[in-house]
């Protein structure tokens, strides 16, 4: 089982940049695809990255492309989520995911468990 604690998220000025953070518990944390996904008001949540157990290959939505920059520290047990160019629209509380030796997928229920979410809000 795995216990994930999302954090860094705040108040920033749209054109900047925030780092978010999502500890994790457990022994097994390398055997863990890690994904982090975001929920703004009244939208659905959305898949944002994700950085696969197995060969550390890593995925970002169309929307972040070339502006987040998903990364891991096993030895931390940490993911990390670098975010540049910050927009309003990315304005939303973000949550990490963790799915046991998952292939890639931006499907939020094939993750087993969930942070409890870091709100990141981007002023114009």
């Known amino acids: 089982q795995v216990q994930l604690v999302a954090s860094g998220g705040r108040l920033v000025q749209a054109g900047g940049s925030l780092r978010l953070s999502c500890a994790a518990s457990g022994r097994t944390f390398s055997a863990y695809t890690i994904g982090w996904f975001r929920q703004a008001p009244g939208k659905e949540r959305e898949f944002v990255a994700a950085i696969i157990w197995s060969g550390g290959n890593t995925y970002n939505a169309d929307s972040v492309k070339g502006r987040f920059t998903i990364s891991r520290d096993n030895a931390k047990n940490t993911v990390y989520l670098q975010m540049d160019s910050l927009k309003p629209e990315d304005t939303a509380v973000y949550y990490c995911?963790?799915?046991?030796?998952?292939?890639?997928?931006?499907?939020?229920?094939?993750?087993?468990?969930w942070g409890q979410g870091t709100q990141v809000t981007v002023s114009s």
């Open positions: 995911a963790a799915g046991f030796r998952l292939p890639f997928t931006i499907t939020a229920s094939a993750y087993d468990y």
